[in-house]
């Protein structure tokens, strides 16, 4: 056995069975690199340069902004005010309350930029509520949880910024443009299947807003609104890069939620802190990681040879398309979103390029693809996120979520096949 058949054994084979031990992902791309590199004959300080350099990307700064931006907002009440904000645009449809999480979802996703965040923050206020007026529970956390797949849609994402980075410097803001109208599509997609399922199941319309209280609730909302409007206006409109962009927006929503909205205390900014570098750390150590495993594959030739083997079963676009999406379906239901962006693009998007999608395109399709495995077992994240807040067993949360599924891949489908549902907007902003 030649040293390059060994070494992509272990490289791969490796992978899959220290991830089947359940060892961290990071992890797992770390050892396997180290090992497939002493077989190659290099050495592992050649392997740590190549994690050192997988960091050193300017536009990398912009995750602890974002995280931390989002941190602040969530701790600060934003949740509460976008929630009231949503009830008075779609509170009094059949099941508004169902209409108002999807809402609350897509404001809070472009703030966070986390499903899982949007998970948390979102149903820990709207799963208890629909219960308490009479909503299955079921329905409830399935609501919440099929919506919470907007917050790494909706813009801005760092998922994709890590994707940028994995894809060779594609531009953050045609991303982020790109990003706008499937994750609106998401939203009424998901709205539309709660409105169908509330009138079968008789449930309420929401009380009308007293008029006194529209012009608070506007004005608060508002506020917590301008946050992605800052991030997304500076980058769209050439005044602000991502970075400086990031950045600004989480000084405005320190002053925001510490000095206007005055929920918490000053204080509280030690455990937010505390959390963002914590998720910080676990999202560089992956960059890194994945940096040394990504040279190793390149190195073999293994991307090359996905991309001649999944070619020789077809050239035709939307068979190779179609195919990437049932590859990316099935990975995402069992690895975490960002691991997946950085091993699977260096792999598939010279596939996807040679038949004719722009990197910007299968960034958006494959951001949205990962989006619905982070809510699909056995591993989904943010489906664990659900059965701890609705108090719901993951088998049943599963059976209740089959009819969300639909929308989901519906818009999938949409925007692969339709690439004017993802590049109008950075055409028309010439991005």
């Known amino acids: 056995m030649s040293p390059e058949t060994l070494a992509t054994l272990i490289l791969l084979g490796g992978f899959v069975l220290l991830l089947l031990l359940s060892v961290l992902v990071a992890l797992c791309m770390a050892f396997t690199s180290i090992v497939a590199g002493y077989v190659l004959d290099i050495s592992p300080t050649t ?8 960091l050193n990307s300017f536009p990398l700064i912009a995750i602890p902004f974002f995280i931390l931006a989002g941190e602040i907002m969530a701790e600060g009440g934003i949740s509460r005010r976008l929630i009231a904000l949503s009830n008075l645009v779609v509170g009094w449809l059949r099941g508004g309350l169902a209409m108002v999480d999807v809402v609350a979802s897509m404001f809070f996703g472009g703030i966070s930029g986390s499903s899982v965040a949007d998970a948390s923050a979102i149903g820990s206020v709207m799963i208890p509520m629909m219960r308490k007026k009479g909503y299955d529970n079921d329905y409830a956390t399935s609501v919440t949880m099929a919506s919470a797949a907007q917050g790494v849609i909706i813009p801005p994402s760092q998922n994709m910024i890590i994707y940028s980075l994995a894809a060779g410097g594609v531009s953050i803001g045609a991303l982020f443009a790109g990003g706008i109208i499937p994750g609106i599509l998401l939203g009424l997609a998901v709205m539309v299947l709660s409105y169908v399922i509330a009138v079968r199941r008789g449930y309420p319309k929401e009380a009308p807003v007293p008029l006194r209280e529209v012009p608070r609730i506007v004005w ?20 602000f890069t991502a970075t400086e962009s990031a950045a600004i927006a989480t000084a405005y929503a ?35 990681a994945a940096s040394a495993f990504g040279f190793l594959l390149t190195l073999l030739g293994i991307p090359s040879a996905m991309s001649h083997a999944l070619l020789s079963i077809s050239t035709n676009k939307y068979v190779v398309l179609f195919m990437v999406n049932v590859l990316l379906l099935f990975l995402g239901t069992f690895m975490d979103m960002a691991p997946l962006i950085l091993i699977m693009t260096p792999i598939l998007l010279p596939v996807v390029t ?22 699909t077992p056995p591993v989904g994240s943010v489906l664990f996120v659900g059965t701890a807040i609705g108090k719901i067993s993951m088998e049943k949360l599963s059976v209740s979520m089959l009819p969300f599924y639909v929308p989901l891949l519906v818009v999938l489908f949409l925007i692969t096949f339709v690439p004017a549902f993802v590049m109008t907007i950075p055409r028309l902003m010439g991005l």
């Open 47 to 54: 392997i740590g340069q190549k994690m050192v350099d997988g």
């Open 220 to 239: 608060e909302g508002f506020l917590g609104l301008l946050t992605p409007v800052i991030i997304l206006g500076g980058i769209l409109s050439g005044v």
């Open 254 to 288: 320190f002053v925001v939620t510490f000095f206007v909205y005055r929920e918490i205390p000053l204080r509280r900014m030690v455990p937010i802190l505390q959390r963002t570098i914590r998720t910080v750390s676990i999202v560089f150590f992956l960059i890194s």
């Open 354 to 375: 040679q038949v004719g999608m722009s990197p910007v395109h299968f960034g958006v399709m494959l951001i949205f693809n990962l989006a619905i495995g982070l809510i």
